[in-house]
């Protein structure tokens, strides 16, 4: 079982609407996860993290959080097609050798 | 971008030729990674620096070798490079005790 794991896509939505990605993870010790969005040719970028079970809301951002289950998702309200993208979902694993592991991401594409 | 710079931002070289790629930060971060992105595999972590002269492997360090005498710079070296280390290459810092920020990254073409 890979460590992290992302549905490749690609995931369209029309513009406008919620775009959901989810991001599933093997290691119950991780404690805290990561959203990257990664344009094509460049580099990670850091849009959302979490650590505590819930939702966690930045603008039209909202990563939800379920240790139990082992399931982070990232929501993208009113999407835009600037929200086009590679979204990367990444894990840091605390108390063991404390790295962050990435899933493969997902790409998203928004249909204007 | 958190004062991260590579160099160089791209380069071709020959099968067998070393390589050394550099990571310049300005922020005095104490933790430092080198990463590779290739397509199928997402971003696999190399190598780690936490601290001066303190570096440790990642999950593909093989045919790779780092170093870090300054807190600023971290690099990275191919001592013979091989077709499979054709890659985009990042450095990320750590930025206080959870955030890790990305490089501009290095597309790196072995012939």
């Known amino acids: 079982q890979k460590e992290v794991e992302q549905n490749s896509g690609p995931l369209s939505v029309p513009e406008g609407a919620i775009a959901s990605l989810n991001c599933t993870y093997s290691d119950r010790g991780s404690q805290s996860f990561f959203w990257y969005r990664q344009y094509s040719g460049k580099s990670p970028e850091l849009i959302m993290f979490i650590y505590s079970n819930g939702d966690k809301e930045d603008g039209r951002f909202t990563a939800q959080l379920n240790k139990a289950s082992q399931y982070v998702s990232l929501l993208i309200r009113d999407s835009q097609p600037s929200d086009s993208a590679t979204y990367l979902c990444a894990v840091r694993r605390v108390n063991r050798d404390d790295k962050i592991i990435f899933g493969k991401g997902t790409r998203l594409h928004i249909l204007p | 971008d958190a004062g991260i710079t590579q160099s160089p931002r791209h380069k071709v070289t020959e099968t067998g030729t070393p390589v050394t790629l550099r990571c310049h930060q300005t922020e005095n971060h104490r933790y430092m990674y080198w990463y590779r992105q290739d397509p199928g595999h997402g971003l696999r972590l190399i190598h780690y620096?936490?601290?001066?002269?303190?570096?440790d492997k990642g999950e593909v360090s093989d045919g790779y070798s780092v170093s870090r005498s300054k807190t600023e710079d971290f690099l990275l070296t191919l001592e013979s490079a091989t077709s499979s280390q054709t890659s985009v290459y990042f450095c990320?810092?750590?930025?206080?005790?959870?955030?890790?920020?990305f490089g501009p990254g290095t597309r790196l073409t072995v012939l």
């Open positions: 620096s936490y601290g001066v002269k303190d570096t």
């Open positions: 990320a810092i750590r930025s206080g005790s959870i955030e890790q920020f």
